[in-house]
């Protein structure tokens, strides 16, 4: 049976890190805290076999909860196991919606609950570098346009760095703007500055400078052997400085350094759709190389099936 975890947060940790896989780390006891800042409520639980899940209660559009587990379960509990699991889950906070991002491939059919697949919500695909070599080896994988790039962004100048502390707060609201121009360019709702706000207590944030002016910056977060450059955004006006290319050829050496061995670039779009919405990224990060890895997606399930039937029906007439 379930019971809700009580340890520590490095025994958490060191359970979510028995079984690494893209996206673990929304699974991970620093995720929690971002979730807690955000205002959001989180549950931690374990199965009978000691495999662990974090959920997150979220409200969908006011009028229904979902139970939501990010980039989890890690390991799909046994049949037997769902139904403690809800109740756990139902007794910290009434939902109508129980969602999961699997790291393999389910039945829809899970301990009488049957799962609906839905819109992506956390990325799918993405492209994961081997950063356990030396520079040199490292440079040397590039395409040669990402080279060429980097190589322009240093004719220009461009200067890398992390901020944090008082530098961070002082020029918190120039970078969150960045973001916001960055997702009205390639038309993406951009993450709610609460919610970045968040990330910058837990992630390393990463500025490249023309002068004084910040022109490129990035959200990193480390987990087990992994850095994860989880945002980014950019100055159109100085494209030409190839910033972008300088910021992150400055996250990959320092991750090196910190003995990561892979870089997770979160988030590409799907093989074979040149005219998905993250193409241009896409072309972007695949220039520094590396494996694509999928996973099954995002899934619903009915835990109150009459406000349920009643989501769903929503959900057709908005998208109709």
């Not at 947060?9 to 805290?33: C, H, M, N, P, T």
């Not at 997150?56 to 890690?74: M, N, S």
């Amino acid at each position: 049976m379930a019971k809700i975890f009580e340890g520590t947060d490095a025994e958490w940790d060191a359970l979510i890190l028995k079984r690494d896989y893209f996206g673990s780390v929304l699974q991970s006891s620093v995720w929690r805290r971002v979730q807690q800042a955000r205002g959001n409520k989180c549950v931690r639980i374990i199965d009978s076999a000691e495999n662990p899940s974090l959920w997150v209660a979220l409200p969908i559009a006011r009028l229904f909860w979902v139970w939501y587990c990010p980039k989890g379960p890690g390991v799909l509990p046994e049949a037997s196991e769902w139904k403690s699991i809800v109740g756990l889950l139902q007794r910290e906070k009434h939902a109508t919606i129980l969602r999961i991002e699997p790291s393999e491939k389910i039945s829809t059919s899970q301990g009488g609950l049957l799962f609906i697949q839905r819109r992506d919500i956390s990325p799918t695909h993405t492209l994961i570098t081997n950063i356990a070599r030396n520079e040199e080896s490292l440079f040397a994988s590039f395409h040669e346009k990402t080279r060429y790039n980097i190589r322009v962004a240093g004719k220009h100048e461009v200067d890398v760095d992390k901020i944090s502390g008082q530098e961070l707060f002082a020029r918190a609201d120039e970078i969150l703007a960045l973001y916001e121009q960055t997702g009205d360019r390639h038309g993406i709702a951009a993450t709610p500055r609460k919610d970045l706000r968040a990330l910058f207590e837990v992630c390393d944030v990463w500025v490249a400078r023309a002068g004084e002016k910040i022109i490129a910056t990035s959200l990193h977060l480390g987990f087990g052997k992994t850095y994860i450059y989880l945002h980014g955004a950019s100055d159109y006006e100085s494209r030409a400085m190839m910033a972008p290319y300088a910021l992150h050829w400055a996250a990959l050496k320092d991750a090196q350094q910190k003995k990561f061995e892979t870089y997770d670039w979160w988030g590409i779009a799907p093989t074979n759709e040149p005219a998905h919405r993250l193409a241009g990224v896409t072309r972007f990060k695949l220039g520094f190389g590396g494996d694509v890895f999928e996973a099954p997606g995002t899934f619903d399930a009915g835990i109150d099936r009459a406000r349920f039937g009643l989501y769903t029906a929503l959900r057709r007439i908005m998208r109709s």
